[in-house]
């Protein structure tokens, strides 16, 4: 043969070596599902920040999450050096930028480390007495992505990552399925489709849910009534993607389309709500909460008034943000539907500090709450944790393409395809995903420290100062109209906040 043939074997060859290498190997998904082709996407990330320079965009120009920011959680996730050099490239100037005013004395602990768990200062429960009330291990905590939105593997992969990291795993309103079964503490989130706690006439069955939460370690039960990205809207799981397994966590039939109401046929006001709340409480002894974005304002103040009448009422309530994420919604509803989180959490907690009911409910802040800085601030908002959803995607293995809704998420994260999905290995992105929530507690902790407090919750809205539209800084209570007393007369919790980082 001439050179030339021999040359094209010996590419053919090392093509054909590189491929049985990227298929057997398991560290990386988009090489494994898209063998050889796939090592040009870090090739072309490698030199991204040089192509945005100078043609396409800057660092912090993307969106939903930014380069910098996706940089920031791939490196935690694999325990990389998550610095970055030569200062910011933010756009200081946008509106709502925080600052924090850190301590001329910062903090000392010598028993923090980077693995901190930081505890949450409310035992969640205690309020209602439910026999079940515990003290969450995190103040971090991986937020509702249900089995069937993820698949199998990514599900896997966030359940043995909880339990690495210490902190719960919500399941979702698709059930409980064995893949959420690998050690992680779960919260049960109860849509309006009532899955994996239906009987054989589709209702809510409350025998049914207290066999699930007695076979699986749920810690909590979570009733959504919205969620930020899609409020006011119902779900559909087309029938290509009601697998076997799928069919047996929610409780549906193999194959049908599954429809999720907008809204719970098991009550239709607050005083049904929180009956309904007390119900299941009653019956499992678990803490009942719900979860929901922010619109109108009189639900609130009508369950406020509710739960200081009666005594009775949820015992955390979950606030999502608009800009909260999903794998399919209206774009109308994405971009334009429900108040944006800091805005949405601050108006709900007044609501509640007002009538002096603030400490006796544990807070959960959500939407786009993954990086140290925005947990803090939703801390010194009122929240007692947070609960961060596609972070965690993205230190599976997530890409931010964007095709969640297609069913072709090429690392196999938010896809029913086997073969997509074998690209994305659970053991090696349970540690990812542990790895990212450490790392997010850890610069969490370090921001705490920086402005001389041990715990994050000791940290007031004073530490921290928004810019203004015109450039001039208002510091978070007044930008939202919070009152100092809400949070000096908080001793109690300031008090266990210093006890359980000493």
């Known amino acids: 043969m001439s050179w030339f ?61 930014s380069r910098d920011q996706r940089r920031w959680v791939y490196s935690a996730a694999k325990r990389e050096n998550t610095y970055f050099g030569f200062g910011t490239d933010n756009k200081m100037a946008d509106p709502d930028y925080p600052l924090i005013r850190h301590s001329a004395f910062p903090h000392h602990s010598a028993g923090a480390s980077e693995t901190s768990p930081i505890p949450v200062a409310k035992v969640m429960g205690e309020w209602r007495q439910r026999e079940a009330a515990f003290r969450p291990e995190s103040v971090v905590n991986i937020s509702a992505m249900s089995f069937g939105s993820l698949s199998a593997n990514a599900v896997e ?67 959504k009534l919205s969620q930020g990205a899609k409020p006011g809207l119902g779900g559909v799981l087309p029938a290509a993607k009601v697998t076997s397994e799928i069919a047996a966590a929610r409780g549906v039939q193999v194959g049908q389309t599954v429809y999720s109401p907008a809204n719970h046929d098991q009550f239709d006001s607050v005083r049904g709500l929180v009956c309904f709340i007390e119900r299941i409480g009653d019956a499992t002894g678990l803490p009942v909460g719900i979860k929901s974005a922010v619109g109108e304002a009189g639900f609130w103040r009508e369950l406020a008034d509710e739960m200081v009448d009666k005594r009775q009422g949820p015992d955390f309530i979950t606030i999502d943000g608009g800009e909260g994420g999903t794998g399919a919604a209206p774009l109308v509803f994405s971009d334009h539907v429900a108040l944006l989180f800091k805005a949405g959490f601050a108006e709900v907690f007044a609501t509640f500090a007002e009538r002096s009911m603030h400490e006796q409910v544990v807070w959960i802040g959500s939407g786009k709450l993954g990086f140290p800085e925005q947990v803090l601030v939703a801390m010194a908002l009122g929240a007692d944790a947070v609960a961060v959803a596609r972070e965690p995607m993205m230190a599976a293995g997530c890409i931010q393409a964007q095709r969640c809704h297609t069913g072709h998420c090429p690392t196999g994260v938010a896809t029913q395809s086997r073969w997509l999905m074998r690209g994305l290995d659970p053991t090696d992105k349970a540690a990812r995903v542990a790895n990212y ?41 007044s930008r939202y109209g919070y009152s100092p007393d809400w949070f000096t007369a908080s001793k109690d919790r300031l008090a266990a906040a210093a006890d359980l980082m000493a």
């Open 437 to 477: 929530v450490t790392a997010l507690r850890h610069g969490l902790l370090q921001l705490t420290h920086a402005c001389g407090k041990a715990h994050p919750a000791m940290v007031g809205g004073a530490s921290i100062e928004l810019l203004g539209d015109g450039g001039e800084l208002v510091d978070l209570y």
């Open 5 to 65: 043939w021999w040359a094209v074997c010996a590419l053919a060859g090392i093509v054909l070596v590189l491929g049985l290498v990227d298929i057997s190997q398991k560290r990386h998904a988009v090489r494994r599902n898209f063998p050889v082709v796939g090592r040009l996407r870090y090739f072309l990330e490698r030199i991204g920040p040089e192509l945005r320079q100078y043609i396409v965009t800057g660092n912090d120009e993307e969106r939903p999450f």
């Open 157 to 223: 992969a966030l359940n043995r990552g909880a339990a690495l990291a210490g902190c719960w795993h919500n399941t979702g309103e698709g059930g409980i399925s064995r893949h959420h079964r690998h050690d992680g503490d779960l919260v049960l989130q109860l849509g309006t489709g009532y899955f994996g706690a239906r009987g054989k006439d589709g209702k809510f069955d409350l025998s049914v849910l207290q066999a699930l939460v007695e076979s699986a370690p749920v810690r909590a039960i979570e009733l």
